[in-house]
T-cell receptor, first 116, second 118 residues
């Protein structure tokens, strides 16, 4: 079974530029998550989708971050404009969406973003 | 609001020695607890999880953790460390909000880097 795919793996941009990350979850998984992992910290949830609807985006900086999950499968996360403090690893995870709070989340390898 | 504290950002052990990584949580409702491992330049992989039932949970690669409600702890152990265990370990909690809604949101601790010496 293929895991969660993410691209690109690495990205270097200058501040005020825009960037987009792509995620393809495990086939059949209804729930998709985007996390931000700053160096030395644990992952922090940015946004959670159930199929193509948003169920939690309370920690998403909506003035610069946006995300979508068209057709309830792939997802993109965009930052525009980027700031220095956005340098982090962006992790995508998916889960079956059938077990609620007991869900096991499966993580992709992440996209490492450096903003100069 | 739920939170997770991992005591010790770095733990160093000798190969063959006991591994003990500490995790304490704060939650207003019965929690569901997870340990994930992250190898360099990789995503997180589930080691084990506690949902209900037996408080001693066994996971992959010889790891286990015990849920102690009275101590609000979920420490991770392995009797004998192997070089391949060197990685960063994250404890996480998931629970329902006051309204009984659960979306499976995970709150992570800050992580513990495990180093294993020959």
């Amino acid at each position: 079974e293929a895991g969660v795919a993410q691209s690109p793996r690495y990205k270097i941009i200058e501040k005020r530029q825009s960037v987009a990350f792509w995620c393809n979850p495990i086939s059949g998984h209804a729930t998709l998550y985007w996390y931000q992992q700053i160096l030395g910290q644990g992952p922090k949830l940015l946004i959670q989708f159930q199929n193509n609807g948003v169920v939690d985006d309370s920690q998403l900086p909506k003035d610069r971050f946006s995300a979508e999950r068209l057709k309830g499968v792939d997802s993109t996360l965009k930052i525009q404009p980027a700031k220095l403090e956005d340098s982090a690893v962006y992790l995508c995870a998916s889960s079956s969406g059938t077990s609620g709070v007991q869900e096991t989340q499966y993580f992709g390898p992440g996209t490492r973003l450096l903003v100069l | 609001a739920q939170s997770v504290t991992q005591l010790g950002s770095h733990v160093s052990v000798s190969e063959g020695a006991l591994v003990l990584l500490r995790c304490n949580y704060s939650s207003s409702v019965p929690p569901y607890l997870f340990w994930y491992v992250q190898y360099p330049n990789q995503g997180l992989q589930l080691l084990l999880k506690y949902t209900t039932g037996a408080t001693l949970v066994k996971g992959i690669n010889g790891f286990e953790a015990e849920f102690k409600k009275s101590e609000t702890s979920f420490h991770l152990t392995k009797p004998s460390a192997h070089m391949s265990d060197a990685a960063e370990y994250f404890c996480a909690v998931s629970d329902e909000d006051a309204g009984g809604t659960s979306y499976g949101k995970l709150t992570f601790g800050q992580g513990t880097i495990l180093t294993v010496h020959p």
